[in-house]
């Protein structure tokens, strides 16, 4: 209504208890069984309209479902939120390309969806399956990358990029979920390279690789 869109989605299944509905965007909250689902669902939703200047909210009620209300303005302008100051890239041309690189695909996907207004996007989820898809798909502007992968870690993905890739190796932005790990940590800060804790926010993430890729003239890529 007015300046703002509302969107809901509503169910009449079982309804969310009580105690359990105040923590439901709390990031890593799940109430699955261990090895089932990342507890990341609600808490990405959550930053992705946040950073859009909106809001979302929650009802339930045991036995009768659950209303979730996403409010978003209907036009962002300037200080409406944090995305308001994110440009898209390349909207004259071809947009940068960027690869996510994460074990977990449902967490690849998200990450996807928050740059897919901004950039075009390829996924891979280990270190190894980054680096074939660099041989094949050498146009690739930036790398988002996990940490802590099976099968070719992100510090060592970067690495390998030092040697055959360099200025794609210093578009590269971290991201961790072990960032309380003072060893991962220290890591992280010797590559010199920017690094976000998960969840991640989709205007901070924006935001660097934005300026990571300023320097890429629309349809050019990062391979020489």
């Not at 809901?8 to 689902?37: M, N, Q, W, Y």
């Not at 979730?68 to 302008?77: D, E």
């Not at 099968?151 to 578009?171: K, S, V």
Request: hydrophobic share 45%; glycine share 12%.
């Amino acid at each position: 209504m007015g300046d703002w869109v509302n969107i809901e989605v509503r169910d009449s299944g079982a309804g969310i208890p009580p105690e359990v509905l105040p923590r439901v965007f709390a990031p890593f909250f799940t109430t699955k069984p261990a090895g089932v689902g990342t507890g990341l669902g609600l808490s990405i939703c959550k930053d992705i309209v946040s950073g859009m200047g909106g809001t979302i909210g929650v009802e339930s009620t045991v036995g009768l479902g659950t209303r979730f209300v996403v409010r978003l303005p209907s036009a962002i302008a300037p200080g409406a939120g944090k995305a308001a100051s994110i440009v898209p890239l390349g909207a004259a041309g071809p947009r940068p390309r960027v690869l996510v690189v994460d074990d977990d695909a449902q967490v690849a996907t998200s990450l996807a969806r928050m740059l897919r207004l901004h950039f075009e996007v390829l996924t891979a989820q280990s270190g190894r399956a980054a680096l074939e898809l660099l041989a094949s798909e050498p146009a690739i502007d930036a790398l988002v990358s996990d940490v802590m992968m099976p099968d070719g870690n992100g510090l060592e993905l970067q690495r390998a990029l030092g040697g055959t890739r360099p200025e794609l190796a210093r578009r590269v932005v971290f991201v961790t979920g072990a960032a309380s790990d003072g060893e991962v940590r220290a890591s992280l800060e010797r590559t010199g390279q920017p690094w976000l804790e998960k969840p991640v926010s989709s205007a901070a993430l924006l935001a660097l690789l934005t300026e990571l890729v300023a320097g890429v003239s629309a349809g050019s890529t990062a391979s020489t």
